[in-house]
């Protein structure tokens, strides 16, 4: 019988690697780009710093537990980074601004950035919560750092399984196996089919 002859797949786990590396670095680098323009229109036209005072006058409380909004504080208030909100409470009871605490008689300022950024209770509002959405007011890298890495990390692995699961598929098994496998020569299968035809004396 005639030896068949080998061969073996051409891609090395050292390819492999480099795959890897290259999908969840083009990933990362999509995703910093998709993320840094975002965040270029989302701070598009930022205006300077502001200090925005409530005055909360006496006997506010009661109109607002009665269902009155008698300081018009919308449900959703809208900041940007490095504003500033002053709280003057001249009621005879504390109010309350998630963990801020404003006594009675007392003036509180508040510096504001978008991790404050949330939804709140709140007693100024009749509804007894606020959401206080705080936009950052120019570029920062810190802002979409996290998705950057993160998303980028995940996406690139997603692709990789998928080109390894691809592959699998149109070769019928896993391209990255080194395994050995014989590729039977026909001429080969021909000549033992005549020597078992001969001894069989057909």
Known sequence: MTAAAKRKTTISPRRRII???????GATVVVGGLS???????????????TRTIVIPEGSYALIEQGENPLEI??????????????????DVAHTL???????????????????????VCSLHPTGAITLDIQPRDYDFKLIAFPTFGFGLSVGIILFIGLTVSRALD?????????????ANPLDA?????????????
């Open 98 to 120: 998630g963990s801020w605490f404003v006594p009675p008689n007392t003036v509180r300022r508040f510096d504001l950035q978008p991790a404050y950024g949330g939804f709140f």
């Open 171 to 183: 070769g019928g098994g896993d391209p990255y196996r080194r395994d050995e496998f014989e590729d």
């Open 19 to 25: 795959e890897a590396v290259a999908l969840i670095v």
């Open 190 to 202: 021909s000549a033992e089919e005549q020597e078992s035809s001969q001894s069989l004396g057909i």
């Open 74 to 91: 919308p449900s959703t208030w809208s900041f940007l980074a490095d504003d500033t909100l002053v709280l003057d409470n001249k009621d």
């Open 36 to 50: 840094s323009i975002a965040l270029l229109i989302y701070t598009e036209g930022s205006r300077e710093p502001t």
